[in-house]
């Protein structure tokens, strides 16, 4: 009769264990698929940021003084400094 309690809670101990590795299984898993969806994040936000510098310089090209009275002639537009008065 001792021997039938100490199977059974060798059972439950045992299924406590096994319910125990499942729990660490499972958020060992979930934190690698978040660690790599989080290097994924990471990776994309290095690339705008990236992109962000490169249209700032353009910008930052495209406003210069000489490009701009460049376009401004192309388009048909004539500096203040060389308008024609009403006659």
Do not use: C, D, I
Not at 65 to 85: C, D, I, N, T
């Amino acid at each position: 009769m001792h021997r039938q309690g100490s199977l059974g809670t060798t059972l439950r101990f045992g299924l406590l264990y096994l319910l125990a590795l499942l729990l660490v299984f499972a958020v060992g898993h979930r934190n690698q698929v978040e660690k790599a969806h989080l290097a994924k994040m990471e990776e994309e936000l290095a690339r705008f940021k990236a992109r962000e510098e490169a249209l700032l310089k353009e910008r930052w090209q495209a406003n210069e003084p000489h490009r701009v009275l460049s376009w401004a002639k192309e388009k048909g537009f004539v500096p203040m400094s060389q308008g024609r008065w009403g006659e």
